[in-house]
């Protein structure tokens, strides 16, 4: 039987970057294929030359025994190859089946392709009403209209990228019994991924690379996560280390009765959230994405003020109605979800992005930059936590993200805040990056802080959290302590299913 896929020393090279240097690998038919790596390691690059939405320099691609010459999507669709992106490209003013419409080819039949999203979406135990707005949908259900788009087109080789990053426990193994059943089918897939443990449950072949080179090949369901981990870095990987917390007698950021009105028919009012995060703690918040995080978050850090000063105090100061700089000035650090644009400026170096929020540490007298202070001030958070660029004239853009999240991280641990707030602080980085990042966060809070960690990832909020909540159509759940749940009880929380069983009363403290 020929491979479904063969790569035969595909290499691309950008200026200054060799992305794939000689990359090899074959995926046979009906298998699940792991694509492993740390950030940077050349992962994207070479789904992208597969898809045909860039082209390699060198090296052959093979598909169905026939080789393929320079392409780009529209012959990948063409051959059976599809793909869905971590980030999904759905218009959400209009129905599921117009936005399916879009993609297809053939005549313009909404009719008859409704009935064809509803047969293909419940054989595939994936059920999605063709008709509803995009904007109605949750995170979950947008991934089903983003798989039954490419189930139509009776792919060969379908290609995942991250494609659990958003998922409740519960959706993860609903996924996965979809997958096994293309895969049973004859149905190629290549996945994308840093959660391993998934990889491990899932894939029958991983191809590792390391700096753009395939550094080997293994059985998943035969190693451990371990060992895969160990495969990406080339040594072990640091485990995450933290002492019980020792909490301030006050809290030190605390929100009383939040409540806000959607902006638009796309958003999440918030209902009368209240919470306290206290010195030396880590609070992590927990829900799936769209459900009110980036509304509360923007509150907290600035972005919005509330229409009362009293609902969000900071060390005891009412905060609500101050902006993001005076915030920042009585002790407030913020890591937002978005490194790119807001929690960097892409083109600007390391050292213009050191002062965006540094520039109160002697970078900055009588209106004049002091260059010397700043570039200082970039190359120690490099050095410090491991960030691998260019020196402090690195663009942020050329950045891997892992890295450029090592540096947003650090940039605002290094102003010693009082009160850290970080929005999904390792989303698409990987084994490495994430753990420096999640120690970094646990040695600022037993320094003294308050930490409120807002992330999707649940492994990593059993990691390295003391207490959590959950967030859900715009509601938050009472307090409980990590000890006293597990990830089936929050993941049932994140639907709206299921109280936790270790409670304090509504809107109380678990301590």
């Not at 650090?410 to 009082?418: M, N, Q, T």
Request: overall charge negative; some cysteine; glycine content about 10%.
């Amino acid at each position: 039987m020929n491979p479904r896929l063969e790569l035969r020393d595909i290499s691309k090279r950008y200026p200054g970057v060799v992305a794939n240097d000689q990359v090899s690998l074959s995926v046979m038919p009906g298998e699940i294929h792991a694509v492993l790596g740390e950030n940077g390691a050349g992962k994207s690059t070479l789904m992208k030359i597969i898809y045909g939405a860039i082209g390699a320099d060198e090296g052959e691609m093979v598909f169905d025994g026939t080789p393929i010459a320079a392409h780009g999507p529209a012959v990948s669709r063409a051959l059976g190859i599809e793909m869905v992106y971590q980030h999904f490209a759905l218009f959400e003013s209009v129905s599921v089946v117009e936005n399916i419409a879009l993609c297809v080819s053939g005549p313009f039949d909404l009719a008859g392709l409704s009935v064809q999203v509803r047969d293909v979406s419940e054989k595939y135990g994936l059920p999605i009403d063709p008709h509803r707005l995009v904007h109605d949908l949750s995170v979950g259900e947008r991934q089903r209209v983003e798989i039954v788009r490419c189930l139509l087109q009776d792919p060969k080789l379908l290609i995942l990228d991250e494609p659990t990053s958003v998922l409740t426990p519960q959706a993860v193994a609903k996924l996965f019994e979809t997958l096994r059943q293309l895969a049973s089918e004859g149905c190629s897939l290549l996945y994308i991924s840093h959660k391993l443990d998934e990889v491990q449950a899932l894939c029958d072949t991983a191809t590792v690379l390391r700096n753009g080179r395939v550094t080997g090949t293994a059985e998943p369901k035969k190693s451990t996560p371990t060992k895969l981990a160990r495969m990406m870095v080339g040594a072990d990987l640091p485990e995450t280390h933290h002492g019980k917390a020792i909490t301030s007698g006050k809290p030190k950021l605390s929100v009383k009765g939040l409540m806000t009105s959607a902006d638009d028919q796309f958003g999440i009012g918030l209902k009368n959230i209240s919470f306290d995060v206290f010195g030396g703690e880590i609070v992590g918040i927990a829900g799936v994405s769209g459900n009110g995080q980036a509304e509360l978050v923007s509150c907290l850090s600035g972005e919005t003020p509330t229409k009362t000063a009293h609902v969000i105090t900071l060390d005891g100061a009412d905060v609500g109605q101050m902006d993001a700089g005076h915030r920042r000035r009585l002790g407030l650090a913020f890591v937002p979800e978005e490194r790119l644009g807001r929690g960097a400026v892409p083109p600007h170096h390391l050292s213009d992005n050191a002062m965006l929020t540094g520039h109160r540490l002697g970078m900055v007298k009588n209106g004049m930059i002091n260059r010397g202070a700043a570039n200082a001030y970039a190359s120690d958070i490099m050095q410090k936590y491991n960030v691998k660029a260019n020196g402090h004239e690195a663009v942020a853009s050329s950045l891997s993200g892992g890295n450029l999240q090592k540096f947003i991280v650090g940039r605002e641990i290094e102003l010693a805040p009082h009160v850290l707030i970080v929005s999904q602080p390792t989303w698409g980085v990987d084994v490495g990056a994430a753990a420096f990042v999640r120690q970094a966060l646990i040695d600022l809070s037993r320094s003294g802080a308050a930490v409120l960690v807002v992330s999707e990832e649940l492994d990593e909020l059993f990691e390295i959290c003391d207490r959590l909540l959950v967030i859900c159509q715009g509601e938050i759940s009472p307090s409980v302590d990590r000890a006293d749940t597990d990830v089936e009880e929050i993941g049932l929380l994140m639907t709206g299913l299921n109280t936790p069983s270790s409670v304090a009363p509504s809107g109380g403290i678990s301590r």
